[in-house]
């Protein structure tokens, strides 16, 4: 989804990057979704946020939420949907409602931040192929010293 501004085209798609703090792999990311989703009637996993983010049109159009573990982006999942959910305290936040399959990417490297940030879709690390998904991940600190040097 492309739209003219000028004469460059510019992506109608935004995605989201976010730590997932205290996790030690994808599996085990995916092991507390899975646990946390059954919670739900609709078994969805989400993420509940402070924020809602102003550009949501963008996110809900093919965007995806990119996780950081261990200092670096190391999977990604769709965003289906925005809900507003309310907190025991009274306050309302947004659920990042996901879809459930994490897609291993290419490893890239990021530092620490609170929150999320959006992530334009060319700075977005690509997908691993199906075949590659599979394979035992290298130890982060060479996987990342890889990646430093593009070779991941």
């Given at each position: 989804m492309l739209r003219q501004k000028g004469k460059r085209f510019v992506s109608k798609i935004t995605h989201l990057v976010k730590l997932?703090?205290?996790?030690?792999?994808?599996?085990?990311?995916?092991?507390?979704?899975?646990?946390?989703a059954a919670r739900f009637a609709d078994g969805m996993p989400r993420h509940?946020?402070?924020?809602?983010?102003?550009?949501?049109?963008?996110?809900?159009?093919?965007?995806?939420?990119?996780?950081?573990?261990?200092?670096?982006?190391?999977?990604?999942?769709r965003v289906v949907r925005l809900d507003r959910v309310t907190g025991d305290d009274g306050v309302e936040r947004c659920a990042l409602v996901l879809d459930p399959e994490l897609i291993r990417t290419a490893l890239a490297p990021k530092r620490a931040f609170q929150g999320w940030?959006?992530?334009?879709?060319?700075?977005?690390?690509?997908?691993?192929?199906?075949?590659?998904?599979?394979?035992?991940?290298?130890?982060?600190?060479?996987?990342?010293?890889?990646?430093?040097?593009?070779?991941?």
């Open positions: 997932s703090a205290g996790t030690e792999s994808v599996d085990t990311l995916e092991a507390w979704q899975a646990s946390y509940v946020t402070r924020m809602w983010p102003k550009r949501e049109p963008e996110i809900l159009a093919g965007g995806s939420i990119y996780w950081v573990i261990k200092g670096q982006i190391q999977c990604r999942q940030r959006y992530l334009a879709p060319d700075d977005a690390p690509p997908d691993l192929p199906k075949g590659r998904a599979a394979e035992e991940p290298l130890p982060p600190e060479l996987a990342g010293a890889l990646a430093d040097i593009g070779v991941l």
